[in-house]
């Protein structure tokens, strides 16, 4: 017996209704609900983390013979406790757009033409084979995604990294949260968050800086706003460069301009320190001062390179930098007045308050990404709120699998799955548990995102294979990159689900399994691993990344490091990954027990799941003795850092005189490849759009719906504006989403990054507007 | 054929009798928060005359304080390809 499509269109009705409801009335609950299972009694449930975004909630899917047809919170999961977002509650019908890549194509003749895919997978390790022996080993690359699973990205590093012996292995995750790690490593010596999200139960002040949670992590937002209407001392205050719908819940909003929450982040500390609200133990016992270098660039020229180099400073030392960063100074170049502030640091600085600070591409897509991210940790650092319940610097995530695939798998150039290429301890290690002779890894790192398609660009690149995602409308300054991927004796594989612009520039595409068609696993922003099963099987011809790779490296003759059955594979490549990670810091949770559980926190030691790292009731890494062990830097301490306020790579001048901020909206997931078929969303939110101040759009004569032309020194866009609609930016700024690919609006972007993290600036360049 | 979703509020303290009159109504299904005054409820009709006829019924019932929309579904619309998203490439 199978479920009719029209009971499938009634419980998608029944569950948008609850969406909805939730989301207006936090903790609302409908246990009565049963969707379909009532009706029918013929769906079975099967658990799993959403596609989505990094909060990770848990899902489960209804499937009905071989179809998923409903999806539900899953309760019990913590991270979401049964509630999900708008894209959650319509998650499924993203398998089921009529457009799905069933089958491979290969470009013939100037035309893509369907093969069978074993027929496709002998021409890219052909392909490949004759690169590497005309061009050399680093001439070939792998750009993965924040959206690979975890085995997608170890058996890619695996297969580059290990048996090709090139570091050309990247993935998306540099475009958004490469400021985040550099945070981390820079602070704490050890990357990912400290805390989690049941901070959240426990915090009386919220601070979202940079960052519209209502929309981009709604789930969490909603349970901050329950906790706010629960008890009586919850305070959310949101600092941003836009007002969004997280402003208008929030009880305080403060507006800065762009680039300066670096001045801002500055003169709280220098207002905590002014005040003497210093956690003097705290910071005696666990915290160095340090300084950097400074005047440290922008990337913009090709073969850009900087090495930070770290100077020890006193305590009084890091006063006298902060000397600069007066309230009263520091709102004229913020445009934040110096009461708020002080308001900030009050707030931070009051001894009976928890303070929980969240932030996610704000701070990370930002040319001085990694400071922002290091001047946040100095002020939860220099009042001791920090690794305790509710006192939490958090950064979150915006891919599923960011931190699982691409921080903890470590498929970035430099990175291993445990350590750094350039350390011969952590090439030893993989070379051991991988099987290859010592010497196969190359000790130096290649390329990072924007320099692997610069690469790209000028041929030293020539082969490059792409999976689960789609630079073709994320790259900053697009049209030099699709140009280099465009010219003729470049080679590009393409795995995805959907045709895509990036799809349009392959040379072989191949049809991929999506999230719940293959076994896999996601990590996401709370150091939580999560597993799911196959529960319905790939259309077509459609296979798994993993299984991809693992095909194309058996005919590389690899077949050693690569001898697993379809049956077996991605518990037998867990259980080898694992091995990386043993240790109290990072232990992984086995295989049996992730599939048994809605996610499991690492370091998961002895059995128990870490909540907070770094305090030793809850941290079995912590071994001084101390209350608190920051055991990730040589002196186990946290580090303070002295990084100043430096202009953005591309302000407004006289002729190009607005800023553009991009990001995201709820409906839509990146670039819409997936939420921009499911009919609901498609419909709510069916086009992008230009975000104007209406006293701009008054002075320019401009009418909302109106064409606008936006133009910046790297190309243009037109596209209608927004006024007074969902986001209102200040004057002088303009705001567009990414999700739209009729406007891409990355052929504006500047590809500037931040120097020690390579991320770059998605929020910040100059443009003009033009009625159109 | 289309399939609507409303969140539906009831009058003070006549949640319960809501609830029941709903789900004793043609084309109508009913299903009621378990901590608010708040009710789900999805109507399927045959057609859109059918619909318009119970869209009438619906704002004479007494008990009910507000009824808004969060899901409209339109056979028709959908097998035309509207709304997909991909006919926009």
């Given at each position: 017996m199978k479920i009719d499509r029209r009971s499938f269109i009634k419980s998608a009705a029944a569950t948008s209704a609850v969406a909805t409801a939730t989301s207006l009335f936090p903790g609302i609950s409908f246990a009565s609900w049963k969707q379909l299972e009532g009706a029918t009694g013929m769906i079975r449930w099967e658990k799993a983390p959403c596609r989505f975004c990094g909060t990770g909630c848990g899902v489960l899917v209804g499937v009905s013979g071989d179809r998923a047809v409903a999806v539900k919170g899953d309760p019990a999961c913590s991270v979401n406790k049964g509630l999900c977002c708008v894209k959650g509650y319509h998650s499924v019908q993203a398998l089921y757009g009529k457009d799905r890549l069933t089958k491979a194509q290969v470009r013939k003749n100037g035309k893509m033409v369907e093969v069978p895919i074993q027929?496709?997978?002998?021409?890219?390790?052909?392909?490949?084979?004759?690169?590497?022996?005309?061009?050399?080993?680093?001439?070939?690359?792998?750009?993965?995604?924040?959206?690979?699973?975890?085995?997608?990205?170890?058996?890619?590093?695996?297969?580059?990294?290990?048996?090709?012996?090139t570091n050309n292995v990247e993935a998306n995750a540099r475009l958004c949260m490469a400021s985040a790690v550099t945070g981390f490593l820079t602070s704490f010596g050890v990357d990912e968050p400290m805390g989690c999200y049941e901070d959240i139960d426990y915090a009386n002040v919220f601070i979202t800086w940079g960052n519209n949670m209502a929309e981009m992590h709604p789930v969490l937002f909603s349970r901050m706003l329950a906790q706010r209407k629960r008890r009586n001392d919850v305070t959310i205050i949101d600092f941003a460069t836009r007002t969004t719908r997280t402003s208008q819940a929030s009880d305080k909003s403060i507006l800065f301009k762009p680039q300066t929450d670096l001045a801002v982040a500055n003169a709280i500390c220098y207002e905590i320190i002014r005040n003497d609200w210093v956690n003097w133990d705290f910071v005696n016992k666990h915290v160095s001062f340090h300084k950097g270098k400074t005047n440290?660039?922008?990337?913009?020229?090709?073969?850009?390179?900087?090495?930070?180099?770290?100077?020890?400073?006193?305590?009084?030392?890091?006063?006298?930098?902060?000397?600069?960063?007066?309230?009263?100074?520091?709102?004229?170049?913020?445009?934040?007045?110096?009461?708020d502030i002080r308001y900030l640091a009050s707030l931070y600085g009051d001894p009976t308050k928890k303070v929980t600070s969240f932030w996610c591409m704000g701070m990370n897509q930002h040319t001085r990404g990694t400071w922002i991210n290091n001047l946040v940790y100095n002020i939860h650092l220099l009042v001791g709120k920090i690794s305790t319940p509710g006192n939490s610097p958090f950064s979150l995530t915006g891919q599923p699998s960011a931190c699982g695939t691409v921080r903890e798998v470590g498929t970035l150039t430099h990175k291993?799955?445990?350590?750094?290429?350039?350390?011969?301890?952590?090439?030893?290690?993989?070379?051991?548990i991988w099987e290859l002779p010592a010497g196969s890894i190359d000790p130096k790192p290649t390329y990072h995102t924007v320099a692997m398609f610069r690469a790209l660009d000028r041929g030293d690149i020539r082969f490059m294979w792409i999976q689960v995602t789609n630079p073709m409308v994320t790259m900053p300054k697009l049209k030099r990159y699709r140009d280099g991927a465009l010219k003729e004796d470049r080679f590009i594989v393409v795995s995805d689900v959907y045709p895509t612009p990036t799809t349009d520039v392959a040379d072989v595409i191949l049809p991929a399994a999506m999230w719940v068609?293959?076994?896999?696993?996601?990590?996401?922003?709370?150091?939580?691993?999560?597993h799911f099963d196959e529960i319905v099987p790939p259309p077509g011809e459609a296979m798994s990344d993993t299984w991809q790779i693992i095909e194309v490296a058996r005919r590389l003759g690899f077949e050693k490091q690569f001898p697993w059955s379809q049956e077996?594979?991605?518990?037998?490549?867990?259980?080898?990954?694992?091995?990386?990670?043993?240790?109290?810091?990072?232990?992984?949770?086995?295989?049996?027990?992730?599939?048994?559980?809605?996610?499991?926190?690492?370091?998961?030691v002895n059995g128990k799941e870490t909540r907070w790292r770094f305090n030793a009731k809850h941290d079995p890494a912590c071994t001084s003795g101390e209350d608190f062990h920051f055991y990730g830097k040589k002196d186990n301490r946290a580090w303070i850092w002295a990084r100043p306020y430096e202009p953005a790579a591309e302000s407004p001048d006289q002729e190009y005189n607005f800023w553009l901020n991009t990001g995201r909206v709820i409906e839509h997931w990146h670039t819409g490849s997936m939420t921009r078929r499911v009919p609901v969303l498609h419909n709510a939110m069916p086009s992008a759009y230009v975000e104007i101040n209406p006293e701009d759009a008054a002075d320019m004569g401009i009418v909302n719906g109106e064409m606008i032309k936006i133009i910046s020194r790297r190309g243009e866009v037109t596209m209608p504006a927004s006024i007074n609609g969902r986001g209102v930016p200040t004057r002088g700024q303009v705001f567009v989403p990414f999700f739209d690919e009729k406007y891409l609006i990355n052929e504006v972007t500047l590809d500037a990054f931040c120097p020690i993290s390579k991320q770059p600036d998605y929020k910040k360049c100059a443009v003009k507007l033009e009625k159109a | 054929m289309p399939v609507?979703?409303?969140?539906?509020?009831?009058?003070?303290?006549?949640?319960?009798?809501?609830?029941?009159?709903?789900?004793?109504?043609?084309?109508?299904?009913?299903l009621s928060a378990d901590n608010a005054d708040i009710l789900i409820l999805v109507t399927d009709t045959p057609d859109k005359e059918t619909e318009k006829q119970l869209e009438k019924q619906l704002n004479k019932i007494e008990s009910m304080e507000s009824l808004s929309m969060t899901f409209g579904y339109n056979d028709e619309l959908q097998y035309k390809g509207e709304g997909d998203g991909h006919e926009d490439r």
């Open positions: 027929e496709a997978l002998d021409i890219i390790a052909a392909k490949m084979k004759e690169t590497i022996d005309k061009h050399g080993k680093d001439s070939v690359a792998m750009y993965g995604s924040g959206q690979w699973t975890i085995p997608d990205g170890y058996v890619a590093s695996k297969l580059f990294k290990g048996c090709i012996g440290i660039g922008y990337g913009l020229e090709d073969k850009f390179k900087f090495k930070d180099k770290a100077e020890g400073i006193d305590f009084e030392q890091f006063k006298t930098f902060l000397k600069d960063y007066t309230p009263e100074k520091v709102e004229k170049m913020s445009g934040v007045p110096a009461r291993l799955p445990h350590g750094v290429v350039m350390k011969p301890k952590a090439r030893e290690l993989a070379e051991k068609e293959q076994e896999g696993m996601f990590g996401n922003s709370e150091r939580r691993t999560q077996e594979y991605i518990g037998k490549i867990w259980e080898e990954y694992r091995r990386f990670h043993d240790s109290p810091k990072h232990n992984m949770a086995p295989y049996k027990v992730l599939k048994a559980r809605s996610g499991v926190q690492w370091p998961f | 609507l979703a409303y969140i539906v509020t009831p009058r003070s303290g006549e949640k319960n009798k809501l609830l029941k009159e709903l789900n004793a109504m043609q084309h109508c299904e009913a």
